[in-house]
């Protein structure tokens, strides 16, 4: 995973997607595309090589967490980095996300050094 | 309704405001309301269940949001539109997850409902509950908004 990786950003509200689409492009991330919910996710997943997800938890027809479950389940998409942002702050939330194979989280609101500092750090994890 | 169910919601909503916008609100005195009507030109309302019920908006002056959203993009905003509409709607979502952030830490564990959105001079916030709510004004250089909070213990 590199500078030239293609983003999904995956949530219901344009106006944290624009915000993420920024402070990737801030971080050198050009190559971004974007889905309203994991349905419209699951579609661009199909049909392009897509290298990190960051996705939005409480979301219409799909949520994140069903949307993380179904990536993890398919052996083509299995191995992507999957980063949630998401306004749910539960423990158990967290914990189900942890168990269904989530590589980090980060709640919002979140500044860009937090978002930096977890792709910094599934950068180095997936190399 | 208990004040320690109204401080998460003002210091969430700080929190918000600050992260996302780069604004320092400033809170005024808390105040009980007994009707509909709303205290700005757009609000954002979501549902919140658990141990407490009830509901919760973010109510916003056209000055106010236009800063706020323009400072969260990155780019000016000059009149109330669509960008708005979405932008009130994850502000009330973020401050709803900031504020139950708050409440679980007291013991307290809710789940919030997907936001809704209304705009217009006067438009009505029907909380879940009906009423009445605790009212927090906010001031910023750019125009006022409320922090509406209508929350009880089931029976309370």
Known sequence: ?127 | MEVQYINPFLEGTLHVVKTMAFIDARPGKPYIKKDNVAKGDITGIIGIVGSIRGSFALSFSEGSILRIVSNMLGEEIAELNGDIEDAVGELTNMVSGAARQRLEAIGISLTAALPTVVRGKDHSIVHVLGGPSIVIPFETDSGTFVADVCMRKDGG
């Open chain 1, 1 to 127: 995973m590199d500078k030239t990786s293609k983003v999904l950003i995956v949530d219901d509200f344009s106006t944290m997607r624009k915000v993420v689409r920024n402070l990737l492009k801030q971080l050198g991330y050009e190559n971004i595309v974007e889905a309203e919910d994991g349905l419209m996710a699951l579609e661009e997943l199909q049909s392009q090589k897509i290298d990190f997800i960051i996705s939005d938890w409480n979301m219409p027809n799909m949520t994140g967490l069903e949307l993380l479950k179904q990536v993890r389940a398919d052996e083509s998409l299995s191995k992507t980095p999957f980063l949630m942002v998401t306004a749910e702050t539960l423990k158990e939330n967290v914990i189900e996300a942890v168990k269904a194979g989530v590589d980090s989280y980060i709640v919002k609101p979140f500044t860009a050094d937090v978002l930096s500092e977890k792709i910094s750090q599934i950068e180095k994890k997936y190399g």
